[in-house]
């Protein structure tokens, strides 16, 4: 869910903020104000349809997107969107101030400064255009994120050097970190790795990390 928290500290939507704030589970509270229900009541089709809107957000989905994903109708799509937007206004905001800025410098940055050029923000071609705009959203979010797993990386592999560990980094997959340790390390590097993670940077969110072992990757999760 790191997409979703950078997207509550860059858009400081004051929904999102304290639904992360409160460490609550962000599909269902969309849910609820999408479905117009209490937490409580949010079965899992619910929560379901939520999350493909919350991910749908941050990728830039259109309502035709959306209607293919939840094999809804398009104008009950459109309903989920605006609903959304209606109690996610910071979010909204967020998207046209981004896209407005991008159009202007015809450049996306993510927050540790890495740039990447979208010059068809100003295409005559609608659907180059749509898709830039939508690249311009999405390139700070899922950028920013592949920036701080890096830099996690960098962090972690430095401590396990200082520290003179026997244990290995072996793989990234998306968000996770894979290693591979003795069993008399394991419990230093689970603190070094969920500390390192956690304070990769200051956002206005906290950044929470699960850590799982096993015999083998599978087990660990």
Same mark, same amino acid.
């Given at each position: ?42 079965? +899992? ?7 493909? &809107? ?82 311009? &959203? ?43 340790? +003795? ?16 304070? &990769? ?21």
């Amino acid at each position: 869910q790191i997409e979703l928290r950078l997207l509550a500290h860059m858009s400081a939507d004051p929904v999102l903020l304290d639904a992360f704030t409160r460490h609550e589970d962000i599909h269902t509270r969309t849910a609820a104000e999408v479905f117009k229900v209490d937490p409580s009541l949010v079965y +899992p089709d619910m929560r379901r349809a939520a999350k493909a &809107v919350n991910f749908g957000i941050v990728y830039g989905q259109t309502p035709f997107g959306l209607a293919q994903t939840l094999c809804i109708d398009r104008r009950e799509a459109e309903l989920y969107i605006r609903r959304y937007f209606e109690r996610y206004a910071g979010v909204r905001e967020f998207i046209d101030r981004t896209i407005a800025e991008v159009r202007q410098t015809g450049v996306a940055k993510t927050l540790l400064g890495r740039r990447r050029p979208i010059p068809d923000m100003q295409s005559r071609n609608p659907a180059a255009r749509s898709f830039a705009e939508r690249t311009a &959203v999405n390139t700070p979010l899922q950028g920013t994120a592949a920036d701080l797993i890096k830099l996690a990386m960098i962090r972690i592999d430095r401590r396990i050097r200082e520290e003179k560990l026997a244990s290995r980094m072996l793989l990234q997959v998306h968000d996770e970190l894979v290693f591979e340790a +003795p069993p008399a390390e394991r419990e230093a590097l689970q603190q070094l790795v969920k500390s390192e993670m956690e304070s &990769v940077y200051d956002l206005s969110v906290p950044l929470l990390v699960e850590v799982g072992s096993g015999p083998n990757w599978r087990d660990a999760k």
